[in-house]
């Protein structure tokens, strides 16, 4: 049997906030997803795509600020609470891009 995605007072990544230096597995769950929302909405191309390496660098933190400001959020390059909420609520569209719809799953699933 395999659990369910996290709830967002239970993902291990929603409790923290992250921003340029940070490392690990919850930055790299936000590379995911900042990848897939480039791809998912034309307003957001310019976001992406990052690497997915875990190292929360230039490219990430900018690419953050794109998806901040396009959500009308404050543009801070820190992904907190409200920035979580964002890239947790849009949804995916990977085209034919497999290795995007994995990590995008792995994502949200660890993540959200």
Do not use: H
């Amino acid at each position: 049997m395999t659990a369910g995605p996290a709830s967002a007072a239970t993902a291990p990544c929603r409790q923290y906030r992250y921003g340029y230096g940070g490392t690990g597995n919850c930055v790299k769950a936000i590379q995911g997803i900042a990848n897939v929302i480039s791809i998912t909405n034309a307003a957001r191309s310019e976001a992406g795509p990052v690497a997915r390496d875990g190292i929360y660098g230039s490219q990430t933190e900018a690419a953050i600020i794109k998806i901040q400001r396009a959500a009308g959020i404050g543009a801070d390059g820190w992904v907190g609470p409200q920035t979580w909420a964002v890239l947790c609520y849009y949804g995916a569209f990977w085209g034919d891009d497999m290795q995007a719809k994995a990590d995008y799953r792995w994502a949200k699933s660890y993540a959200c």
